[in-house]
């Protein structure tokens, strides 16, 4: 696995534009609302802290994407890292959701593949932490979920021999545009 270190937000943003990173794109409200994006970014750091605090665990929340060994257009941009073998994914979600994960102590469909993610691009990652944070909330503020690769183990091939497959047709698509 590679990691790139990045600078500054914008560059980082930029480089992970046109990468299979696991993330969904939320596209803004209109109006003066705060994109959902925004409110979990900045929030993300608060996340940590707690995690941190809750864990004894060091955690590495520099701008980095990694990229498979194998094939660099496999990436995932980490919330954080945890020495070589563990990551944090953080998701502050709405009121609503936040408890609902919480109530179902499942990580909700549409991130799924996003924790996968993590497994597909570092071959050596062995868990995840899945943290959810909703500091409005006065009770459960912040909870976390542990994904660990060998319970995953057919489901992160499954997605990565997925992955390759679908990056071979638009490569071919791509070939047929250009010539």
């Known amino acids: 696995m590679k990691v790139n270190s990045f600078e500054d937000e914008q560059s980082w943003l930029e480089a992970r534009h046109t990468l299979i990173t696991g993330t969904r794109r939320i596209m803004p409200k209109t109006g003066n609302k705060q994109n959902p994006m925004e409110r979990g970014h900045e929030l993300e750091k608060e996340a940590i802290k707690i995690f941190e605090k809750k864990t004894k665990k060091k955690v590495d929340d520099s701008l ?3 990229t498979r060994d194998d094939n660099e257009s496999i990436a995932l941009s980490p919330d954080g890292k945890i020495g070589k073998k563990e990551a944090i994914e953080v998701k502050c979600l709405s009121s609503a959701r936040h408890i609902e994960a919480y109530l179902k ?7 799924y593949n996003q924790a996968l993610q993590y497994f597909i691009v570092n071959d050596k990652l062995e868990k995840l932490y899945f943290a959810f944070y909703d500091p409005r909330l006065s009770v459960k503020k912040f909870f976390y979920m542990t994904m660990e690769r060998g319970y995953l183990q057919a489901q992160i091939k499954r997605y990565f021999e997925f992955q390759i497959e679908t990056l071979k047709e638009v490569n071919e698509i791509v070939n047929k545009l250009t010539f």
Not at 105 to 111: A, G, L, R
């Open 64 to 66: 980095t994407i990694w």
């Open 105 to 111: 102590n499942e990580i909700p469909d549409e991130y």
